[in-house]
């Protein structure tokens, strides 16, 4: 009934007009700013997220990314002129961005408000009605988003619906103009089965085995703090945090020593008692992250705690790329680290295995960076840091192959929920240059439509008349000195 109604509402062309879009991206940000410590409260009850983890990747990233959509609205949604052919001199050609119709956004639990509420933006920016499916293993957030939101936005056009497997399973069986799915890959591949039905756009965010490849050339105490910032923060469960690190054995001996005591730093003596580290999201994931721990050696943490969900940082070599730990994504506060002799056999085995959502290289030197960046592929690239590039509004966000399809952030999220129409305006004046292309088909007609529309390539050269105009002006003397001194 949702669906029905959202799309009924759509056709109205409510959510098409640019006051209606712009009353409800100011409605969005002041439900984060009113209610800011009820999310964060909800945060911590899944997750223990910190309040700075909530604030940064949560809260923050989304309000940002609707202010901007915000300021750029009315730019983003004027036509964009195009250029235009000798035969179209006359005629008006432009590419306008109209919304795809009802769109459907599958959050996840990791980031259950980010997740959610930021493909929102565009949904909303672009025009779009959606329905709103937060994930509901994070339930305290689920739960806040369906009390809160329709406060704020148009329910009709919005509108927020919970449940589990059941319930997004007759979700997807409705049809849709856009599906934006957040998650995992198996459930990823049951959204777009359930797409191709219909022939709907989907934008999949899947995640994937994000490499991190620690070079010789750079400073381990700054790696260290790094690498670990991007693997620990939210325990480990961000799509985007580095899953395994590739280094040589010389290297992997220093930096485990920095780790120590950057662990130590970010986390005390034990990161159990500190109000700054997170905890697994439920019992099913805590058990698959306590498995993943028999294999290798445990070189720092390793400590587990069922009731609490809490997994220590932990970091393991000796590990084999067979190994469970090295099968699928961790999503977990557990770093394997693997050597590697060079950066040729670094990008080998990264190349032997499905793109990654992200990929991470730590070096001093800037050819090893532009080479590995040149001979991989990777949903997104970072050099000598981590996880940051996710928060950079100009670059897209999204995956690439098995880490997925379609990439949003700022005006990218306008554009994965829009349809860019080509359009063209003739004028029913002049006729006799249209003519040249109606029947009957004379050569006259062909060397105009030739002259009129065929490109040819630039040549470099420089251009000198040709034939019997050349000719005629190499009887001027003042043409063949120019000719002498140009040769």
């Known amino acids: 009934m949702v669906v029905k109604t959202a799309r009924e509402i759509f056709r109205t062309g409510r959510s098409r007009e640019y006051e209606f879009r712009k009353q409800q991206l100011q409605s969005l940000v002041a439900f984060f700013e009113n209610h800011e410590d009820a999310i964060l409260e909800a945060l911590h009850k899944d997750l223990h997220k910190p309040r700075f983890e909530g604030l940064i990747g949560e809260v923050f990233m989304v309000k940002n990314d609707a202010v901007t959509a915000l300021n750029n609205l009315e730019d983003w949604m004027k036509p964009e002129y195009t250029e235009k052919g000798l035969l179209n001199k006359m005629d008006t050609c432009m590419i306008r961005s109209e919304p795809l119709g009802v769109a459907l956004i599958i959050g996840a639990w990791n980031y259950p408000i980010q997740v959610t509420l930021l493909p929102l933006v565009g949904a909303i920016a672009a025009g779009n009605c959606a329905v709103i499916k937060p994930s509901e293993v994070a339930s305290a957030t689920a739960d806040l988003i369906k009390t809160l939101l329709p406060k704020y936005l148009d329910e009709d056009c919005y509108p927020v619906v919970l449940g589990g497997v059941e319930e997004t399973q007759e979700l997807l069986k409705q049809k849709y103009d856009k599906i934006f799915y ?75 020593k920095h780790l120590k005591e950057t662990l130590f730093e970010f986390y005390g003596e034990d990161a159990r008692d500190s109000s700054n580290f997170g905890r697994i999201i439920n019992d099913r994931h805590f058990q698959r992250l306590k498995k993943l721990l028999s294999h290798g050696e445990c070189v720092i943490g390793g400590e587990t705690d069922e009731k609490d969900r809490f997994i220590s940082p932990t970091v393991l070599t000796g590990i084999k790329p067979s190994d469970p730990v090295m099968e699928s994504e961790i999503f977990g506060p557990i770093l394997p680290i693997l050597n590697v002799n060079s950066l040729d056999e670094a990008v080998e085995f990264i190349n032997d ?23 991989t592929s990777s949903g997104g690239f970072c050099a000598n840091d981590t996880v940051i590039q996710a928060a950079v509004e100009s670059l897209p966000f999204g995956g690439v192959g098995g880490s997925g399809m379609g990439a949003y952030h700022g005006k990218h999220s306008f554009d994965v929920f829009s349809h860019k129409k080509g359009c063209l305006v003739k004028s029913l004046c002049m006729e006799s240059m249209n003519a040249v292309r109606y029947p009957p088909y004379t050569e006259q007609n062909t060397r105009w439509i030739r002259f009129l529309v065929v490109k040819y390539v630039k040549k470099r050269q420089r251009l000198r008349p040709i034939g019997g105009i050349r000719n005629a002006l190499m009887r001027f003397p003042f043409y063949n000195r120019l000719h002498e001194m140009g040769s």
């Open 182 to 256: 957040t998650g995992g890959g198996a459930v990823g591949r049951l959204v777009m089965e359930a797409a191709a039905k219909n022939l709907t756009r989907v934008t999949l965010e899947l995640g994937g085995k994000s490499p991190c490849y620690i070079d010789d050339e750079c400073d381990l105490a700054v790696v260290a703090n790094r690498l670990a910032w991007g693997k620990f923060s939210n325990s480990g469960q961000t799509c985007v945090a580095p899953d395994y690190v590739l280094c040589s054995p010389g290297i992997q001996a220093k930096l485990i």
């Open 353 to 375: 295995r499905d793109k990654p959502l992200a990929l991470y290289i730590f070096s001093t030197n800037k050819e090893k960076i532009n080479y590995i960046m040149e001979n």
